[in-house]
């Protein structure tokens, strides 16, 4: 059984930073791709980075590009997302997701995902 579980949000001030992690266990595949979304209060869900594991390739969403970064520690079976430059609109509810044997698709469009997390809250104080 597939497991990814969250951890790291918390409360930080605006510019801080916080490193969020995502704990996977079950895979089967060898070739995956783990992605980090986010749903504020009121909105959808927000695909932000997405890493693929056959060659560590990264993506994110233009509204946390330069300041997320995603990375993988294969020896601990995480995912982490290190977060930067915080302000009040990164608040939100972050999720890890993954999907597996995707080649060339938008790696942050949520219906690609098959398996999630159950979230951690991150909230930014300004």
């Known amino acids: 059984e597939v497991q990814l579980v969250e951890s790291g949000g918390g409360l930080v001030q605006a510019g801080g930073s916080l490193r969020l992690s995502c704990e996977t266990s079950g895979f089967t595949f060898a070739d995956y791709v783990i992605g980090w979304f986010r749903q504020a209060p009121g909105k959808g869900r927000e695909g932000i980075a997405a890493?693929?594991?056959?060659?560590?390739?990264?993506y994110y969403a233009d509204s946390v590009k330069g300041r997320f970064t995603i990375s993988f520690d294969n020896a601990k079976n995480t995912v982490y997302l290190q977060m930067g430059s915080l302000n009040p609109g990164d608040t939100a509810i972050y999720y890890c997701?993954?999907?597996?044997?995707?080649?060339?698709?938008?790696?942050?469009?949520?219906?690609?995902?098959?398996?999630w997390g159950q979230g951690t809250q991150v909230t930014v104080s300004s």
């Open positions: 997701a993954a999907t597996y044997g995707v080649v060339g698709a938008w790696y942050l469009n949520e219906e690609l995902y098959t398996d």
């Open positions: 890493i693929i594991s056959t060659d560590d390739s990264t």
